[in-house]
Nanobody, 129 residues
Framework: QLRLVESGGGLVQPGESLRLSCAAS????????IGWFRQAPGKEREAVSA???????YYIDSVKDRFSISRDNVRNTVYLQMNSLKPEDGGVYYC???????????????????????WGEGTLVTVSS
């Protein structure tokens, strides 16, 4: 069974960067769509970014042009590069298998949601001066 472990979180100041990693074990990532979610204290978990098993990606509007998702199938890892971080980016970040919402097969991705109820422990991102 595919198991995903998040890492790379930390405490940074506004404007700084972090790179989160989502490392897989028990299987390979290369046939999975993977998404990042975050949950701030007192708020519901929200979808942030996803990458299909190919190269198509998706970002919510609030992180476009600041976050970049990528995958390294050799290292069996998905990354989330987060630049120009804002306090509202803070929260626990989770990665998981996702199902994509698409305009058409292989077309524009319009959103995504978790494929299962499996969630790892996440990694905490705190953005504060």
């Amino acid at each position: 069974q595919l198991r995903l472990v998040e890492s790379g979180g930390g405490l940074v100041q506004p404007g700084e960067s972090l790179r989160l990693s989502c490392a897989a074990s028990g299987g390979t990532l290369d046939h999975h769509h993977i998404g990042w979610f975050r949950q701030a204290p007192g708020k519901e978990r929200e979808a942030v970014s996803a990458i299909e098993y190919g190269t198509r990606t998706y970002y919510i509007d609030s992180v476009k042009d600041r976050f970049s998702i990528s995958r390294d199938n050799v290292r069996n890892t998905v990354y989330l590069q987060m630049n120009s971080l804002k306090p509202e980016d803070g929260g626990v970040y989770y990665c998981t298998d996702v199902i994509l919402r698409e305009v058409a097969p292989e077309g524009t991705i319009t959103g995504f949601y978790a494929a299962s109820d499996y969630w790892g422990e996440g990694t905490l991102v705190t953005v504060s001066s």
